[in-house]
T-cell receptor
Framework: DQQVKQNSPSLSVQEGRISILNCDYTNSMFDYFLWYKKYPAEGPTFLISISSIKDKNEDGRFTVFLNKSAKHLSLHIVPSQPGDSAVYFCAASGVDSNYQLIWGAGTKLIIKP | DAGVIQSPRHEVTEMGQEVTLRCKPI?????LFWYRQTMMRGLELLIYFNNNVPIDDSGMPEDRFSAKMPNASFSTLKIQPSEPRDSAVYFC???FGTGGRNEQFFGPGTRLTVL
């Protein structure tokens, strides 16, 4: 049973436009959410996080939105750049996971020049 | 700091052989995690340690898998005997504070192929 779902295996976006990556979760006890980015042949690296007490967190070109009622979060990248091409993982944690991360399957983002 | 170090980067072995993956976490980090990434299942947490003590190994798929952390700067993940379905990329990660609230730093991974 996947508690964190990223339903789009891949996404292609034109350079300079907005990239929106989506993530859904099923466990209402999750209260902290993170996005990680992964390049080929490298380990994932932390990108941005959000606590359930907020509905938005912004860091430069990256913004994460959290909709608790819908159990949905999204990552917006504006403007998209070629270096953003990578696999993006959504992850969540809470008391039910003993505060360890439950990961989504990842979305491969391709930025077209 | 050099970051999390894993060795080997690539391992090709035959079914039935013992495989040992190694990890050196970032100095000062008190949590260490072993993950497995496959196309079918994504990123799975296998086991994690806090201050060298295994806390949760419920993600370890079978008794063929074992992990140790003899000291704060070294951990191993062993598969004995290995099977073709163990083929995957294995990541080690470390963090200061629990991994669900604090940034985890990942190593480059070990790509394991079991023939």
């Amino acid at each position: 049973d996947q508690q964190v779902k990223q339903n789009s295996p891949s996404l292609s976006v034109q350079e300079g436009r907005i990239s929106i990556l989506n993530c859904d979760y099923t466990n209402s006890m999750f209260d902290y959410f993170l996005w990680y980015k992964k390049y080929p042949a490298e380990g994932p690296t932390f990108l941005i996080s959000i606590s359930s007490i907020k509905d938005k967190n912004e860091d430069g070109r990256f913004t994460v939105f959290l909709n608790k009622s819908a159990k949905h979060l999204s990552l917006h990248i504006v403007p998209s750049q070629p270096g953003d091409s990578a696999v993006y993982f959504c992850a969540a944690s809470g008391v039910d996971s003993n505060y360890q991360l439950i990961w989504g399957a990842g979305t491969k983002l391709i930025i077209k020049p | 700091d050099a970051g999390v170090i894993q060795s080997p980067r690539h391992e090709v072995t035959e079914m039935g052989q013992e495989v040992t993956l190694r990890c050196k976490p970032i100095s000062g980090h008190d949590y260490l995690f072993w993950y497995r990434q496959t196309m079918m299942r994504g990123l799975e947490l296998l086991i994690y340690f806090n201050n060298n003590v295994p806390i949760d190994d419920s993600g370890m798929p079978e008794d063929r898998f074992s992990a140790k952390m003899p000291n704060a700067s070294f951990s191993t993940l062993k598969i004995q005997p290995s099977e073709p379905r163990d083929s995957a990329v294995y990541f080690c990660a470390s963090s200061f504070g629990t991994g669900g609230r604090n940034e985890q730093f990942f190593g480059p991974g070990t790509r394991l192929t079991v023939l």
